[in-house]
């Protein structure tokens, strides 16, 4: 699916279903990306603007695709494991 302008947002509220399209903050401000929302369809996303939360980017007439900012998880560091000395 293509997107080459930004429909509006969800802001103002939608009547229809809201699918996320995850997207990293370093992504909000690129031109050309693509990107797999979360039912899996693939959209093509060419703007030329700063993308924010709750952008509506594609429409159909069940769903709505809008942007949502995902952070990663960080994973938990490992402990470092104590060291003896053994002199036996």
């Known amino acids: 699916m293509l997107c080459n302008r930004i429909l509006g947002t ?3 509220g939608t009547y229809k279903k809201v699918v996320d399209v995850p997207l990293l903050r ?3 401000s690129a031109r050309s990306i693509r990107c797999i929302a979360r039912d899996g ?3 093509e996303i060419d703007v030329y603007e700063d993308l ?3 952008d509506i980017l594609a429409e159909t007439d069940f769903n709505v695709y809008a942007v ?3 952070v990663p998880k960080k994973k938990p560091a490992e ?3 104590p060291k003896f000395k053994s002199y036996l």
Do not use: A, R, S
């Open 79 to 81: 402990e470092p494991k």
């Open 68 to 70: 949502k900012i995902y």
């Open 52 to 54: 924010q939360e709750g």
């Open 10 to 12: 969800t802001h103002h």
């Open 41 to 43: 369809v693939e959209i």
């Open 26 to 28: 370093e992504e909000l």
